[in-house]
């Protein structure tokens, strides 16, 4: 509604970007794409068992990175197309650890939606909203926090 915004496309890790300088974040990780099977069935052949623990590494890179890129109080929204707990869950439960953080209730960003469960992240199913299975969660960087 007329609020200024700014698309950059860069490899998150090193974004050359300053600090601290963002209100939002979204980090549309890369993933095994296992949630959106259904639309993409020869994806299943593209990946394997092997690659979820190199693939959720890189998630927790780009997460660490963007907790940077926003200011004291701004908010990450971290989302992925995979129903897997190491890349959904693992990942967001890793940077609430290491990084000063807090969840939101992301339920909040989808209240049109049915169904979406006990939160405070939101996770879409084919057979319960017609999605893909998709991940999100809302971070909002501490206030204390320094650049």
């Known amino acids: ?86 890349e959904t869950v693992g990942v967001v439960s890793d940077g609430l650890r290491r990084h000063p953080v807090t969840e939101l209730d992301t339920r909040e960003l989808f209240e049109p939606v049915d169904r979406l469960g006990a939160g405070p992240f939101v996770q879409l199913w084919p057979h319960r909203q017609g999605t893909d299975a998709m991940f999100a969660a809302a971070l909002r960087r501490s206030a204390e926090a320094g650049p």
């Open 1 to 86: 509604a007329g609020l200024p915004v700014e698309v950059v496309r860069v490899d998150g890790r090193e974004s050359g970007l300053e600090p601290g300088s963002f209100d939002r974040v979204l980090v549309d990780a890369p993933c095994t794409g296992l949630g959106a099977l259904r639309r993409r069935p020869e994806a299943r052949w593209r990946r394997g068992p092997a690659d979820v623990p190199a693939l959720a590494k890189l998630q927790r890179e780009l997460l660490a990175a963007a907790v940077t890129l926003v200011r004291p109080g701004g908010v990450v929204v971290y989302a992925t197309c995979s129903p897997h707990l190491a």
